[in-house]
């Protein structure tokens, strides 16, 4: 007669089986799927991605403000830029769309980002004037984007307002 199963306490349990989902859920994420679709696993800034199952992927065809990096300041609208994106993005499957150059001097893709409702990332970020068209050759959804970056000067959107909405950091002597 085979002895009874030992029980493993209740917090062993609860453990192994928070890992064994957690690994299927970020295999899940990292294998892509059969459409080539890709889930954003984080946003770097305004206009990189990090893309599971392929890496940084540098939005094509535009170029948000940066952030800075150690004691640089941010440039105005970094923060807004990198917020929207991510609010866009992260934790989506998204499809990647070259068009030519695969990779920048960073070794970064270059892409078209698309939403699986088909909402092109690079041209939102252009609408909301967080991000202006940078390309150095033709490219195919040029047309477009110029389009996105118009509407967004026309209403004076983000970069394009009449001001950035900078807090005064000055010093002031108290009264």
């Not at 799927?33 to 889930?39: E, G, L």
């Not at 940084?56 to 990096?69: N, Q, T, Y």
């Not at 920048?104 to 252009?126: F, H, K, M």
């Amino acid at each position: 007669m085979p002895a009874p199963p030992t029980r493993l306490p209740r917090t062993t349990r609860l453990v192994l089986v928070f890992a064994s989902l957690t690994t299927a859920s970020m295999a899940a994420q990292s294998q892509p799927r059969p459409d080539k679709t890709f889930v954003v696993r984080f946003v770097v800034d305004g206009d990189t991605l990090e893309v599971a199952g392929v890496g940084r992927v540098r939005l094509l065809g535009i170029d948000a403000p940066e952030l800075g990096s150690g004691f640089e300041t941010p440039a105005p609208f970094a923060r807004e830029a990198r917020e929207r994106l991510a609010s866009l993005s992260v934790g989506r499957w998204v499809r990647l769309e070259s068009d030519g150059d695969s990779q920048d001097a960073y070794a970064r893709a270059l892409a078209y980002v698309i939403r699986t409702d088909g909402l092109l990332l690079n041209g939102e970020l252009l609408r909301a004037g967080l991000a202006r068209v940078s390309a150095r050759r033709s490219l195919r959804r040029l047309g477009e984007l110029r389009r996105a970056e118009e509407e967004a000067q026309r209403a004076r959107r983000g970069i394009w307002g009449e001001r950035p909405s900078i807090a005064d950091r000055s010093f002031r002597i108290p009264r």
